[in-house]
């Protein structure tokens, strides 16, 4: 299973401003910057489809806050696992993986 999820990057070298531009894929609306300007690069644009999944899923949690009765605990829930998962994906950039992260990895395939 764990084979399944983890995907190697390639032996191909990769430059530290890949690695930058893929560390700022999980940090909110930076992950627009490697989108727009790091689309040729496989191992960035993965990343930012990502970072760009966590960040919608933050800003409909946003809205959560309008929901009469549940809106605080769902804004609270959700904002937690956009941080934990977050973590994750930076873990990801740090160890030089493409992992997909569990849960988003179904959105991305849809973008």
Known sequence: MAEAI?????NTPCG???YLMAGL???GILCF????MSRDDEYVYFHAKQGLVLWMWSVL????????????????FSSMGVLV???????????????????????????
């Open 85 to 111: 998962l977050s973590v994750a994906g930076l873990a990801s950039v740090a160890l030089r993986r493409t992992w997909r992260l569990p849960l988003v990895g179904y959105f991305v395939a849809l973008i």
């Open 25 to 27: 894929s999980y940090l």
């Open 16 to 18: 530290c401003r890949s």
């Open 33 to 36: 910057v490697p989108l727009l």
């Open 61 to 76: 949690a946003m809205f959560a806050l309008h929901l009469p009765l549940i809106g605080k605990w769902l804004f609270g």
């Open 6 to 10: 983890l995907l190697e990057t390639e």
